[in-house]
């Protein structure tokens, strides 16, 4: 891993993106999940109009950078069937929790989006928002 990356990854184990936005003293781990949605969807407000999660049902997604996991539930939630990478263990670790507290089961992994460990013909959708302007080789 080159030295941005490693720096880039650095970051990212510290602070995954979105967490800022959750109260991390809540008991409830739902409400601390659901603090971090409103405010991300309140901040991107065109951002469920773009991803079109609705459209998602029975689709194979491929997610790439998970940060705290919001869209990536959205998927699941619509009835998609959704793979997620992320370059850091902290993001796999909280999207996995997250995905268990709301029921399901998915596909979650570390992985760098440069080098993905997955057929490239497999997926019918492909998301990524706010992750390519910090890979070094997009």
């Known amino acids: 891993m080159d030295d941005l990356k490693a720096m880039v990854k650095e970051h990212w184990?510290?602070?995954?993106?979105?967490?800022?936005?959750?109260?991390?003293?809540?008991?409830?781990?739902?409400?601390?999940?659901?603090?971090?949605?409103?405010?991300?969807?309140?901040?991107?407000?065109?951002l469920k109009a773009f991803a079109r999660f609705e459209e998602s049902r029975g689709k194979r997604v491929l997610e790439v950078g998970l940060g705290a996991g919001t869209d990536f539930v959205q998927w699941l939630r619509k009835g998609a069937i959704a793979t997620g990478r992320d370059l850091t263990d902290a993001s796999v670790n909280l999207v996995r929790e997250r995905v268990a507290l709301e029921g399901f089961e998915a596909d979650?992994?570390?992985?760098?989006?440069?080098?993905?460990?997955?057929?490239?013909?497999?997926?019918?959708?492909?998301?990524?928002?706010?992750?390519?302007?910090h890979t070094p080789n997009p």
């Open 108 to 133: 979650v992994r570390r992985g760098d989006a440069e080098a993905l460990d997955l057929p490239s013909d497999h997926f019918d959708i492909y998301y990524s928002w706010g992750v390519l302007h």
């Open 13 to 46: 184990e510290r602070e995954t993106c979105g967490t800022r936005y959750g109260d991390e003293s809540l008991d409830d781990r739902r409400a601390y999940f659901d603090e971090i949605e409103r405010t991300r969807y309140e901040q991107d407000d065109m």
